[in-house]
């Protein structure tokens, strides 16, 4: 870490490395200084490629490869329980849904098994392993490439699983969401398995911590307009909100709830 590196600067770039992403705005709080100078700073750690600038604020140096996904599984842990919580809370008894991966999702898949009567369409063997203790529910793995980092399987045979089914709702992650409102992630098969969930829901519902706005990833598999619901910690980006509200997605903040 370079020596002339400043004590805020420091912890803006560890801030980063926990959460991924951080706003500007979130930082002029958090630090008690003003724009101008949170700027300052992320410029300069720019410039030594040690941050990455996007709209509202700065995020990680990559674009093309996800964070491991133990790490992802504990970033923000409490945060998506709470979303997991909320879409739960929405979704009623009797339903049928798709699930993909993500770690947000399977916050969903332990928040749904109190529910009753559910049919669940998933490629995500994690989530699968969750909800199986659930003995009520109809779970249908799809087929493809198993991925032993996440348990999540991915491919042209899961897009044609996926596309047997027309369900209730679609519960979908994503790595994140661009400046113009494309959805993107890292793997192209898997962004074509959540194109085919999204294209095969009556309602899509998307899980999406505040460190997803403005992050980039390689892939594009969808937009916000596709998008009935987004459920949120926090939107910290004025510019969000506004492009959320142009394409009539409806913005759940998913705050104090209890388990």
Known sequence: MPGDMSERQENILNLVKKQGFVATDQLVDMFNVTPQTIRRDINILCEQNLLQRFHGGAGKVKSIENEPYTERLNALASAK????????????????????????????????????????????????????????????ITGGQLRSRDGGIVGPATTDFIKQFRLDYGVIGVSGIDEDGSLV???????????????????????????????????????????????????????????????????????????
């Open 81 to 140: 329980r709470i979303i997991g919580e909320k879409i739960a809370a929405y979704i009623p008894n009797g339903s049928s849904l798709f699930l993909n991966i993500g770690t947000t999702t399977e916050m969903v898949a332990r928040a749904l098994l109190k529910h009753r009567d559910l049919k669940i369409v998933t490629n995500n063997l994690n989530v699968a392993s969750i909800l199986s203790k659930n003995k009520d529910f109809e779970i249908m």
């Open 185 to 259: 992630d890292f793997d192209y098969q898997e962004t074509r398995n959540a194109e085919a969930i999204i294209n095969n829901s009556k309602e899509t519902l998307l899980a999406a911590d505040h460190t997803k706005f403005g992050r980039r990833a390689m892939t594009k598999f969808g937009h916000l307009s596709q998008i009935t619901k987004i459920f949120t910690d926090d939107i910290a980006d004025s510019h969000y909100v506004n492009l959320l509200e142009e394409n009539n997605v409806d913005i759940i903040i998913c705050k104090n709830v209890t388990s």
